[in-house]
C-alpha cells in the first residue's frame, strides 16, 4: 500500500506529499538558517507518519519529547543512561517495535555526540530477526553540520569494515566565524592541526583523519 504524507500544500495550492516507502528507502537532508523552520517541518513529518512506521528520533534540544503524549513515543533521557546502557535499550526498542524519542537535552556536544552513537550503534546491533522499516530522524544541534560530519557518516556507513581506527575530524572551532582578520589564524585549520592529525593516525592508537 503506498502512503502519501501530508506536508501542506505547494505554491500553486495542490497538496504536497511524501511518499513514505521512497524516503524510507533513501535519505532526506532538511536544510536552513536557523530560525527558518527546520524542527517544525521534522515534526509534521514525525507526526503524519507516526501511525505507519517505526520512529527514532534523535534529539539535542528535547523539542520532540511531547510527541509521547499524543503518539505514545517511549522518551529515553540520556542524560540518565551510561553508553552501554543505551545500546541496551536501543535493542529493546527493535525487538519491541516502539517508537522512541533519545533526548540529549542536559548532555554537552560532545556527550552528545558519543550517546546518539551509543544508541544509533545499538540498533545497527540488534538481531536482524527484529529489523523491521524504521525513521530515524535527527534534529541538527546547530554546531555540527559541516563537511566533515557528513564524510564521516558516509565513510562510517558504507565502508566501517575498512577502517584501522576510529575517524577523526580535524575543523574549525565550534564558534562563529571571526570578523578580524587577525584572528582568522586562529580559526582556520592550521598545518600544525592537520599534522597532528596525521601524526595521531600513523600511531598505534591513531585516528582516521578527516579535515574540513
Same mark, same amino acid.
Given at each position: 500500500?503506498?502512503?502519501?504524507?501530508?506536508?501542506?500544500?505547494t505554491?500553486?495550492g495542490?497538496?504536497a506529499?511524501?511518499?513514505?516507502?521512497? $524516503?524510507?528507502?533513501?535519505?532526506? $537532508?532538511?536544510?536552513?538558517n536557523?530560525?527558518s523552520g527546520k524542527s517544525?517541518l521534522?515534526?509534521?513529518l514525525?507526526?503524519?507518519?507516526?501511525q505507519?512506521?517505526q520512529q527514532?528520533?534523535?534529539?539535542?534540544?528535547?523539542?520532540?519529547?511531547?510527541?509521547?503524549?499524543r503518539?505514545?513515543?517511549v522518551?529515553v533521557e540520556?542524560d540518565?543512561?551510561?553508553?552501554?546502557a543505551?545500546?541496551?535499550?536501543?535493542?529493546?526498542?527493535?525487538?519491541?517495535?516502539?517508537?522512541?524519542?533519545l533526548?540529549?537535552?542536559?548532555l554537552?556536544?560532545?556527550?552528545?555526540?558519543?550517546?546518539?552513537?551509543?544508541?544509533?550503534?545499538? $540498533?545497527?546491533d540488534?538481531?536482524?530477526?527484529?529489523?523491521?522499516?524504521?525513521?530515524?530522524?535527527?534534529?541538527?544541534a546547530?554546531?555540527?553540520?559541516?563537511?566533515a560530519?557528513?564524510?564521516?557518516?558516509f565513510?562510517?556507513?558504507n565502508?566501517?569494515?575498512? $577502517?584501522?581506527?576510529?575517524?577523526q575530524?580535524?575543523?574549525?572551532?565550534?564558534t562563529p566565524?571571526?570578523?578580524?582578520p587577525?584572528l582568522?589564524?586562529l580559526?582556520?585549520p592550521s598545518a600544525d592541526?592537520?599534522?597532528s592529525?596525521?601524526?595521531?593516525?600513523l600511531?598505534?592508537?591513531?585516528?582516521?583523519?578527516?579535515?574540513?
Open positions: 500500500m503506498k502512503v502519501g504524507i501530508d506536508m501542506g500544500a505554491n500553486a495542490s497538496a506529499t511524501l511518499d513514505l516507502e521512497e $524516503l524510507l528507502a533513501t535519505r532526506l $537532508l532538511v536544510q536552513g536557523s530560525g517544525h521534522l515534526r509534521r514525525i507526526e503524519q507518519s507516526a505507519w512506521v527514532a528520533v534523535i534529539d539535542p534540544e528535547g523539542d520532540f519529547v511531547t510527541l509521547a503524549e503518539f505514545g513515543h522518551v540520556a540518565e543512561h551510561s553508553e552501554a543505551l545500546q541496551s535499550v536501543a535493542a529493546r526498542v527493535r525487538q519491541h517495535r516502539v517508537s522512541v524519542v533526548n540529549l537535552e542536559g554537552d556536544a560532545e556527550m552528545q555526540m558519543r550517546h546518539a552513537a551509543a544508541f544509533l550503534g545499538g $540498533l545497527f540488534a538481531d536482524r530477526d527484529f529489523w523491521y522499516p524504521m525513521l530515524v530522524v535527527v534534529d541538527e546547530h554546531p555540527r553540520c559541516n563537511l560530519t557528513d564524510i564521516a557518516a565513510v562510517g556507513q565502508a566501517f569494515g575498512a $577502517l584501522k581506527a576510529g575517524i575530524m580535524v575543523t574549525a572551532p565550534h566565524v571571526p570578523f578580524a587577525s582568522e589564524d580559526y582556520v592541526s592537520i599534522a592529525a596525521v601524526r595521531r593516525t600511531s598505534p592508537k591513531g585516528a582516521r583523519s578527516i579535515a574540513a
